[in-house]
């Protein structure tokens, strides 16, 4: 058990201890327990890599934890750690090497033929040549099977490798050509520049990046693009790298480059840097030319020069070089192509295109093979589905192909398992099965040895079972783990089974062919050959092809029983040791290098040893050596003459040791001499000997003791001789590193001088095995108790791979609504698992009684278990402890089950009673014990009883073991009693029956496996038999189960599993599947049939590949629907899109219900496509601030309800909504962000907004009929979900469901009465859930086949938040008034239901609200509060484990948590996993913000990407952000002001417009992009109107604004300074109007009080005051030229002044002269007030632009109208009707057009020539402002905070 690691329960009278398991594994001890001397380091990759650097200072370690000591001469110290022994041999120091002269001059270029390794000569792994900074580290690459340098970093010139490290120095690399060989990191930049000296000494700067967007030169720097990316138009070749960027050989001809760009003469290479962000191998240099793509013979007739086998790249058996890789070379030495090709072209799956260079050619060309150009490197490489050629550019490109056909297969190069190496189905040669008579039948579509008996005809599909997952490890032994050679799986027996998994995703496969337990296992040094023994004598071989899985060969070796296999690193000579048929040691080494080829595995020599042999180890330098170790001896070994010879090593004192385990050191230089290597061998005492190979002599000896002596109080010095050590069982070493594994459970690292520990890990038991990756940064372990994990030491976490029981398995019970599985075993424990991951989540263990059978709970986190003592105990999954012990059995439990509903449990015991239980609540009680019910001599077995489907009945064997009986579920009643032998009268025995089992309640059928090998098919209800299945299996059948479907029967057959097709009379004979090494005790299908499970030696989880009944899709709605049942698909969606919703409430329809698979992954039947986000953490985790959506809807007319308006087509109207600047910050999670798919989409007013976040074209779906609240997309992104508040025609909220790829809305739903607050897809997207605000408080469910209403139900309590769990499609969960609900979907029949569990909010996270929620890694739940507090939830459990304080405002792996006071802050929240293991202890202290932004307002919405690296947040002031985490950067996406927009001016040109707002911004726009482009802001100030100074003699630089502010204040603000010219005061209340005279020079404003003020705007000062408006507030000033003399005055400008008291007065003035003379007063009648509802509308004026003599008017009056007034005739000339009262005006000054906006959302426009009228919707509020641009091609409206911009066609 893991020392407090997880929460114990203990069982009444049991000595049970049950726990939930660290999932980190082993614990490590305080500071990590990596105590380290100051320059200590953990190794890299290299023997010189500098590693991971570990702080400095020792740490003593504190009493509780002291375990162990130092032994030496003189030494005592504490904690843990390796001294040298008395008398230690003397060490040989390895030669230095001389360091290369000064290259400041060109060397002599011999030594640089016939190529130069330069990060091999420079060092660079040891810095001290060459330069690093920042982020660069060195990592395996899976593609490459190698170390490779990353640099990487958001700044390139801050993180790169630089050769030579100083600027003094010169690399004086004189080779003409230069190989890089890198691949781009995709999604990001990288540069390499080279400084390049001239024969003349002038250096040049060469720079390559995918950052440049076009060739630049100078005379000293020549800058070329070189991009890698999709296929994009080719004027746009720049950008990030791709995320599928494959290795690129990027060959330089540096004498080239600088010939043609600059005509100079290359004389050498001085310098290089590579900057981030980039992979890099190495780099080289030559004078020749190599060709990558061809080795061997290839090129034996042809005239090139091979790459060399040190610069190549691998390439896989049967594949293409171009196929994996990128070879670039530039320049190339033509600049013309065939003919021939240009006729030919097409355009390859994968191409690379030269950017336009020097000389430009005439057009695309496409080969075969590489073509190369004299032009620019612009390298593009599209994706593998682009189809078609490249857009042509206005300069041509050349597109050159690197293939001319690949499959989709090998496009694939990222980081998924299946695409690392080719691992396709397993093919076994030959498989040995226990059973006799059997043939093995090998399938390509099978990935498991599949055996056949009786009929050679078999039943579809062929194979029905597919291994997918292994639950255990060992089973001969736990020493057998090995690393891959690339790091990235780890392979290990199971058993029968050889497992590889890959340790960054958890998948597995697997090596099925032997019949018995593995005992040792070897891998070569290329991942080629796999060598495997079996373990039972006479012990069978295999070699397996490691990449596709296939078996090779199968010999029988010469040892009975092999315990140890090795192979050369070459993979051609295999050593093994074992046991021959007489007791004695044996070592054969076999040739294995023809096995590949179709040769046969050859003995090349055998010996017999009197030596005991414990391990054996074939050396890394030569292949003809080895080593072994043993009990008192330590042996080097030889190959030579087809004879194996040893002797043996000068032990000394040393011989009397048990040697455990050895291994080879390499030298630090590099070498493979014998000289340079040493041995380490280990002891049961605890002695670590470092051997000197050559000399054969101990050099040093060190022992690992205990710091106390065995009831000693104080530590005492330990002789070499006295004392126990502790006994080391594995060792393991890296170039600078030694791993080492004892028997007290710890696993330490030490430095090669074993100085001190740098870090251990501490066992739940003796670690049996260690191994270090080839990278040197993990380390594996094993233990005898049966885990498997690793050791990162970077970041110093232990990741667990694999548990297992360490006896077989007696028992398996599953529970479909969590997806985990209960096993008991032999070895006392009860396991819990995850059946998704097949990770271990608890297990309960006891020292005085045995389990013996298990059982789920169904609906309940709860399991049963019976005892061997005769006791029944539920064990809670949540609360950890056992609440209800029955003990009324007397014997050992053999059978136990409970109903499907839950209600009864029943259990049966070896004594033969019968027990049945009332489960109808937590604390359930014995409701009956029937006494000699059962037979009383039945074993335990998973189907000594069984229930029938629907509950009713239950069966058994007993009271005899020839009878089997049916009895009532509910009341014991005896129903049918069958006489199993009397069934065959032709039989010579007496039958008894073995399990029995129920078939699906339609069919009423009862199967009972009998001692006869039969399976007898009964009618449950009379008895008769049904059928037979004969022969089936030489051995009886413990268990057995049939399908919901009833197609496929599974039985238990010995160490297979054989499978019938249940439904064909003629049974055609089973399928039979091998892998137990043990008897298989229990078989079962997975709650929704798609998997099989089979529990023995270990647990095995198959898929079913047969589509079944349960998962097929969802049964289709029928046509007709009663009326009210709800909306179906719109027939029509462009027709009725604006239809309003049905006034009804649907109800919920039987008709459409989805049949409900409570999991989350896609049924099996499907298509297979699944979005793998929902197996992994979820998309959004962020928590936004909680802010109920408030509609900022204001009061409309009571006539809105008679008019309908729509938007006008995108085609044929007057108007054509072109663009929406805004967005709706006052909604709620109202903006979705897809960053694999692009699609972005936000809420303005009643229209969702879809935008192009690279072309910024938007896209306008409307229908709502009020302000859109929420928005959801589904996890397939097909499908987009929005809802709205109420309006006065709609009775509820409309729910629109919208297509994403047509933009049409599908379906139209209602139910809610108030206010959508919130809406979520379930993980498999079969349901939508709808959240009602706090009003209406209801939460409805909907079935997303035919969106009809599933479920609806009424909240005790406002819920401000809901969310499925990603893991679980089954379970709801929603947060508010200080609980957390969760709610379970339980399907019925046709009916589904939701079982709420209520959990309190601990004090501790404070009396506020939870408002906001999101999953985080299973079972974490992480919620925010109103009070600023995260607290985060054990969903299983149902408990709060930790909260911290993240904000002082509310709270609206990495967490990102965001505040109503706009601070967006990340939290490290890696470690929250490994504290809910310590319940209410765990403290915050692990939880720690990473980086925080502070936003323009609170956070309402926001959406990720799966790495929480970037993603975008919208803000209440109406602003989207996209946000950088990893450049710490916020960049406005949307921007939009958060309040009322009172004012759009236009500059001249129309370049740009500028807006005002009550939030006291004045904000300029490019009028093209709607961009923002500067902004002016005034704190704590309303700006109310604004006015942009007219052309003033061509000079944009005196471009001014004028804005009016609250406060009474003017301001000029300077446009082309972007700066504040003037403040002035010409008003004491605020400003309602303000404008320019003709001239510019002059500004008139208006206030609310009537006072019309003119001000110079360069002095500020104020020369004339109007009053004659006094008392009533100015609405309007508009200004115009004078072009009407018949209005007899004087004057340059004329301009109109209107009040809310509906007056207008005309002025002609002429500043200059100071003249201002009133032309005209009008005045107009005021309304009835209950007209306007006490609501005035503004009174409005407008010159009208087409005819100088006229000015319109709108406002409050009798009559709803435009009045137009002759200044000439001075009388009203016309008027215009209007449905409504106007609240805003504008005239087109290109047209005869009117634009009048009302309050009730609504805009019409009026053709004054013709009298026609059309009306246009789309705003949520009034209408209050709409502006014609100058040139009259725009309409801009505005409502509220929103902003439409309108296209005006011509007319």
Not at 15 to 23: F, M
Not at 964 to 989: F, M, N, P, Q
Not at 1264 to 1269: D, K, N, Q
């Amino acid at each position: 058990m893991a020392r407090g690691s997880a929460r114990r329960a203990g069982v009444p009278g049991s000595g049970i201890q049950g726990r939930r398991p660290e999932r980190s594994g082993p614990r490590l001890g305080p500071e990590a327990r990596a105590p380290a001397q100051a320059g200590s380091r953990l190794p890299g990759s290299h023997p010189r890599a500098s590693g991971a650097w570990l702080p400095s200072g020792a740490r003593a370690r504190p009493a509780s934890l002291a375990g162990v000591g130092v032994a030496g001469e003189g030494v005592e110290s504490p904690g843990s750690c390796l001294l040298p022994e008395a008398r230690p041999s003397p060490a040989v120091a390895p030669a230095r090497v001389a360091e290369s002269p000064d290259a400041r001059r060109p060397l002599p270029t011999a030594w640089q033929h016939p190529f130069l390794n330069v990060f091999r000569h420079f060092r660079v792994d040891e810095w001290k040549r060459s330069a690093k900074q920042g982020d660069v580290a060195v990592v395996t690459d899976k593609t490459l099977k190698g170390a490779v340098y990353r640099i990487r970093g958001s700044v390139s010139a801050a993180n790169y490798i630089q050769l030579p490290g100083s600027s003094t120095q010169s690399l004086g690399l004189t080779g003409r050509y230069l190989y890089v060989l890198f691949r781009p990191l995709p999604g990001k930049h990288f540069v390499i520049h080279l400084d390049v000296s001239t024969k003349d000494n002038q250096v040049i700067r060469v720079s390559f990046s995918n950052l440049f967007k076009e060739f630049k030169s100078t005379a000293t720097w020549l800058q070329f693009p070189l991009v890698l990316e999709t296929r994009t138009p080719q004027r746009d070749l720049v950008g990030l790298a791709p995320s599928r960027a494959r290795w690129t050989c990027l060959q330089l001809d540096l004498q080239d480059i600088l010939l043609v760009y600059l005509n100079r003469c290359y004389g050498h290479l001085k310098s290089i840097r590579l900057c981030a962000s980039l992979l890099v191998r190495n780099l080289y240099t030559s004078d020749l030319c190599f060709e990558p793509a061809i080795s061997g013979a290839q090129w034996a007739k042809l005239p090139v020069t091979p790459m060399p086998r040190e610069m190549a790249f691998p390439v896989p058996k049967g594949e293409s070089w171009h196929d994996r890789y990128i070879h670039v070379r530039f320049p190339s030495d033509s600049l013309k192509v065939p003919s021939k090709l240009i006729e030919k072209s097409c355009s390859p799956p994968e191409a690379v295109l030269l950017g336009p260079g020097p000389q430009p050619l005439p057009c695309p060309v496409a080969s075969s093979k590489p073509v190369r150009f004299s032009v620019s490197p612009v390298v593009q490489t599209p994706s593998p589905t682009a189809s078609g050629r490249a857009p042509l550019a206005p300069r041509p490109f050349l597109e050159v192909s690197l293939s001319q056909e690949r499959s989709d297969a090998s496009n694939v190069d990222g980081p998924g398992f299946h695409s690392l190496e080719p691992w396709a189905h397993v093919e076994a040669s030959d498989v040995h099965t226990a059973a006799a008579g059997t043939h093995v039948l090998t399938h390509e579509s099978a990935e498991v040895p599949v055996v056949r008996t009786g009929s050679c005809e078999g039943f579809l599909p062929d194979p029905v079972l597919r291994l997918k997952g292994v639950i255990g490890f060992g089973g001969h032994s736990t020493r057998q783990a090995l690393w891959t050679p690339d790091g990235a799986a780890v392979v290990y027996p199971c058993h029968a089974v050889i497992v590889v998994l890959l340790v960054d995703t958890g998948e597995q496969r697997f090596f099925l062919g032997h019949t018995d337990k593995v005992s040792a296992l070897a891998l070569d040094g290329s991942s080629s050959l796999l060598a495997s023994a079996q373990a039972r004598a006479p012990s069978v071989m295999r070699l397996w092809d490691f990449q596709t899985g296939q078996c090779l060969c199968l010999f029988r070796s010469p040892v009975h029983v092999v315990c140890s296999l090795s192979f050369s690193d070459s993979g051609a000579l295999l050593c093994g040791v074992g046991k021959d048929h007489h007791g004695r040691t044996m070592v054969v080494a076999w040739g294995t290098g023809q096995v590949g080829l179709g040769g046969e595995v050859v003995v090349l020599a055998k010996a017999h040893t009197d030596f005991d042999v414990q391990a054996f180890r074939v050396t890394f330098f030569d292949e003809t050596r080895m080593a072994s170790c043993g009990q008192g001896s330590v042996r080097l070994w030889r190959l030579r003459g087809g004879a194996l010879r040893s002797c043996p090593v000068d032990l000394g004192e040393h011989h009397t040791l048990q040697f455990t385990d050895l291994a080879f050191k390499q030298a630090q230089d590099g070498r493979l001499e014998p000289l340079a290597a040493m041995l380490f061998v280990c002891s049961r005492s605890g002695h670590i000997l470092e051997i000197d190979c050559q000399r054969m002599v101990v050099r040093h000896a060190r022992r690992l003791l205990p710091t106390r002596t065995p009831g000693g109080r104080h530590p005492q010095k330990q002789t070499f001789s006295s004392g126990p050590g502790i006994a080391i069982s594995s060792l393991s070493i890296s170039p600078a590193m030694c791993a080492v594994g004892s028997e007290d459970g710890f696993l330490r690292l030490w430095p090669l001088d074993f100085s001190s520990v740098l870090l251990e890990a501490e066992h739940e038991g003796p670690v049996s095995s260690v191994c270090v990756s080839p990278d040197g940064l993990r380390v594996l372990s094993a233990t005898s108790s049966g885990h498997l994990g690793f050791l990162d030491t970077l970041s110093r976490v232990y990741h667990m791979l694999a548990r297992s029981h360490t006896a077989p398995v007696l028992a398996l019970a599953m529970e479909q609504r969590r997806g985990q599985l209960a096993t008991v075993s032999q070895d006392r424990t009860v396991r819990i698992w995850d059946l998704a991951t097949l990770q271990q989540l608890y297990d309960f263990t006891s020292s005085e009684e045995a389990p013996c059978a298990v059982t789920f709970h169904p609906t309940r986190p709860t399991f049963f278990c019976g005892f061997s003592s005769g006791a029944v105990r539920s064990f809670s999954l949540e609360a950890a402890e056992v609440p209800v012990e029955h003990t009324c059995h007397r014997g050992a439990i053999t059978g136990l089950t409970a109903t499907p509903d839950g209600r009864l449990l029943f259990s049966s015991c070896s004594e033969g009673s019968l027990a049945q239980y009332s489960c109808a609540d937590p604390h359930w009680h014995v409701l009956r014990v029937a006494a000699d019910m059962v037979c009383p001599d039945a074993p335990a077995s998973p189907s000594a009883l069984a229930v029938s489907r629907d509950g009713h009945l239950l069966a058994f064997v007993g009271p005899s073991r020839c009878t089997v009986t049916v009895t009532d579920s509910a009341s014991l009643d005896e129903l049918l009693r069958v006489d199993i032998g009397t069934l065959d009268l032709a039989s010579s025995r007496l039958d008894s029956a073995m399990a029995v089992c129920f078939g699906p309640a339609a069919l009423g059928h009862l199967l009972v496996s009998t001692s006869s090998n039969r399976v007898v098919v009964l009618d449950a209800v009379s008895g008769r038999i049904i059928r037979e299945l004969p022969g089936v299996h030489p051995e009886p059948c413990p268990s057995l189960t049939l399908s919901e479907d009833a197609r496929f029967l599974l039985i238990a057959a010995g160490r297979t599993i054989k499978v019938w097709d249940y439904t064909t009379q003629a049974s055609p004979g089973p399928q039979v599947y091998i892998g137990h090494s043990e008897p298989v005790q229990a078989v079962a299908f997975s709650p929704d049939q798609q998997q099989v499970l089979s529990a023995g030696d270990a647990v095995f989880l198959w898929d079913v590949l047969a589509t079944t009944e349960s998962n097929q899709s969802f049964p289709v709605a029928p046509q007709a629907c009663e009326a009210g049942s709800g909306i179906g698909p719109l027939e029509d969606a462009s027709s009725r899109a604006s239809e309003l919703p049905q006034q009804q409430v649907p109800k919920p329809s039987q008709a459409s219900l989805p049949r409900l698979g409570i999991c989350a992954r896609p049924p099996e039947g499907g298509d297979g496509v699944r979005d793998t986000r929902n197996s992994g953490a979820p998309r959004t985790t962020c928590l936004a601030s909680y802010k109920a959506f408030t509609p900022a809807r204001v009061s409309c007319s009571p006539h809105s309800a008679k008019v309908g308006t729509c938007l006008p087509p995108a085609s044929g109207g007057w108007l054509r909504l072109k663009a929406v600047v805004g967005y709706s910050g006052n909604g709620r999670a109202n903006m979705v962000w897809r960053p694999d798919t692009g699609f972005f989409a936000y809420t303005c007013g009643r229209l969702v907004v879809v935008e192009d976040l690279h072309s910024g074209a938007q896209q306008h779906w409307s229908g709502h009929s009020a302000e859109v609240s929420t928005l959801a997309l589904s996890h397939s992104a097909q499908v987009l979900a929005s809802a709205s508040g109420c309006s006065s025609t709609t009775a509820h909220c409309q729910i629109r469901i919208w297509d994403v790829s047509g933009g049409l809305c599908q379906h139209l739903i209602s139910h809610h009465s108030t206010t959508v607050l919130a809406l979520a897809f379930s993980p498999d997207d079969r349901l939508l859930v709808t959240l009602g605000d706090h009003d209406g408080r209801t939460l409805a469910l909907w079935g997303t086949t035919t969106y009809d209403l599933v479920s609806s139900t009424r909240l005790p309590e406002p819920v401000h938040g809901v969310a499925f769990n990603p893991w679980d499609a089954g379970e709801l969960t929603c947060v508010g008034q200080g609980t957390v609900t969760f709610r379970l979907l339980q399907q019925r029949g046709a009916d589904i239901s939701l079982q709420v569990r209520r959990e309190p909010v601990p004090e501790a996270v404070g009396a506020g609200e939870l408002t906001s929620l999101c999953y985080g890694a299973p079972p974490l739940l992480y919620c925010g509060t109103s009070s600023g507090q995260v607290c985060v939830w054990d969903t299983r459990a149902g408990r709060c484990f930790l909260s911290w304080e993240a904000d002082d405002g509310g709270i609206g792996s990495r967490l990102v948590s965001g505040s109503s006071v706009g601070q967006l802050r990340l939290w490290a929240v890696g470690a929250v996993s490994e504290l809910r293991c310590k319940g209410s202890g765990a403290r915050s202290s692990s939880v720690f913000m990473e980086h925080e932004l502070v936003l323009d307002g609170a956070v309402v919405s926001a959406s990720f990407d799966d790495s929480v690296d970037m993603g975008v947040v919208g803000t209440t002031a109406g602003t989207l952000w996209f946000v950088s985490w990893a450049e710490g950067t916020s960049t406005r996406l949307i921007s939009g002001h958060r309040s009322k927009v009172n004012e759009v001016v236009f500059g001249p040109g129309e370049a740009h417009c500028a807006t005002c707002s009550e939030d006291g911004s004045v904000r300029v726009w490019a009028l093209a992009s709607m961009e923002l482009v500067i902004q002016f802001q005034v704190l704590n100030q309303s700006c109310l109107c604004l006015a942009w100074s007219p052309p003033c003699c061509g000079r944009p630089e005196q471009q001014r604004l004028a804005a009016g502010y609250g406060d009474g204040s003017l301001r000029i603000f300077s446009v082309s300074r972007t700066a504040m010219e003037l403040k002035m005061h010409p008003h004491p209340v605020a400003l309602t109007a303000v404008a320019f005279s003709t001239d510019g020079q002059t500004v008139l404003s208006g206030d609310k009080d009537g006072l019309v003020a003119v001000s110079h705007p360069r002095t500020g000062t104020t020369f004339r005051v109007l009053s004659d408006h006094q008392g009533a507030p100015i609405s309007t000033i508009c200004v115009t030229c004078k072009e009407c003399e018949d209005l007899g005055v004087e004057g340059t400008d004329l301009w109109l002044a209107a009040s809310g008291d509906q007056r207008v007065s005309v002025w002609a003035s002429d500043w200059l002269r100071n003249r201002c003379d009133l032309v005209d007063w009008l005045s107009f009648p005021m309304p009835a007030t209950t007209e306007t509802q006490g609501h005035l509308p503004p009174s409005l004026a407008a010159f009208c632009p087409w005819d100088g003599a006229l000015l319109m008017y709108v406002g409050p009056g009798v009559y709803k109208e435009v009045i137009i007034y002759n200044l000439c005739q001075k009388q009203v000339v016309e008027k215009i009707p209007l449905p409504f009262f106007a609240m805003s005006l504008s005239l087109s000054p290109g047209s005869y057009l009117l634009a009048v906006g009302f309050a009730e959302c609504m805009l019409r426009l009026v053709d004054c020539a013709t009298g026609t009228a059309q009306d246009f919707a789309g705003h949520d509020n009034a209408v209050h402002l709409c502006r014609f641009t100058p040139s009259a091609r725009l309409l801009f409206t505005a409502a509220r905070n929103e902003i439409l911009v309108w296209e005006v066609p011509g007319r």
